[in-house]
């Protein structure tokens, strides 16, 4: 369960990362209030999952899972640059946080 809520908690991260892009084109108080509800929700699954997972453990998936997100995210919505390189790295940060879950 605590797993299930980290990846909750990540793909939350996901989400208000991508709402912080939302506001800087638009300013709009829906932009604030889905930021503001985005990375609430992907904290209160964070403490959730830490109620179990060890902190660094959970810290590093979730952040892991943030970044990489927000930079998929990015290529997806944002025309980011798909370079093989880039996605050789972000690759490698998914495999690190699997590896973390494979030996905790």
Do not use: C
Request: a neutral charge; aromatic letters at 14%.
């Amino acid at each position: 369960m605590a797993w299930g809520a980290l990846v909750l908690a990540g793909l939350f991260e996901m989400f208000g990362v991508a709402m912080i892009n939302k506001l800087h084109q638009d300013r709009s108080w829906q932009a604030l209030a889905l930021l503001f509800g985005g990375f609430g929700a992907s904290f209160i699954f964070l403490s959730y999952a830490m109620e179990t997972l060890p902190m660094g453990t959970a810290y590093a998936v979730w952040t892991g899972i943030g970044a990489s997100g927000g930079a998929i995210l990015g290529m997806i919505l944002y025309g980011e640059s798909k370079d093989w390189r880039r996605i050789l790295f972000i690759a490698m940060v998914l495999g690190a946080a699997v590896g973390l879950k494979l030996v905790s």
